[in-house]
């Protein structure tokens, strides 16, 4: 199970933080991921981090903006976002699978249930 949370409200040029707490199965030796769903757009692909963190990707629209890491010590995955932009706005989904190649492509195992940025221009 994953639960995200740290979504809300910020001007653009501003920073958010979300983090995804895994537990249950999902905690154990999983590849994790954000995805984020724009109005009337499909879910998209934003980051993911191998099970060690030692490998990290990116989508080209938020890289060096955006920062994945996790704590493994606390089943926690983080989503670190400067410069914010209005397209960032978006509900961001957290992801796990047991490989990194199927996550970065969206076939995930589990998903949380979200959490909402809204970046105001």
């Known amino acids: 199970q994953l639960q995200a949370s740290g979504g809300g409200l910020v001007q653009a040029g501003g920073s958010l933080g979300l983090s995804c707490a895994a537990s249950g199965r999902t905690a154990g030796s999983y590849h994790m991921g954000w995805f984020r769903q724009a109005p009337g757009k499909e879910r998209e692909f934003v980051t993911a981090?191998?099970?060690?963190?030692?490998?990290?990707y990116y989508a080209d629209s938020v890289k060096g903006r955006f920062t994945i890491s996790r704590d493994n010590a606390k089943n926690t995955v983080y989503l670190q976002m400067l410069s914010l932009k209005p397209e960032d706005t978006a509900i961001y989904y957290c992801?796990?699978?047991?490989?990194?190649?199927?996550?970065?492509?969206?076939?995930?195992?589990?998903w949380g249930q979200g959490t909402e940025v809204t970046v105001s221009s």
């Open positions: 981090i191998s099970w060690t963190g030692a490998s990290t």
């Open positions: 992801a796990a699978q047991q490989n990194v190649y199927l996550l970065r492509r969206g076939v995930v195992s589990s």
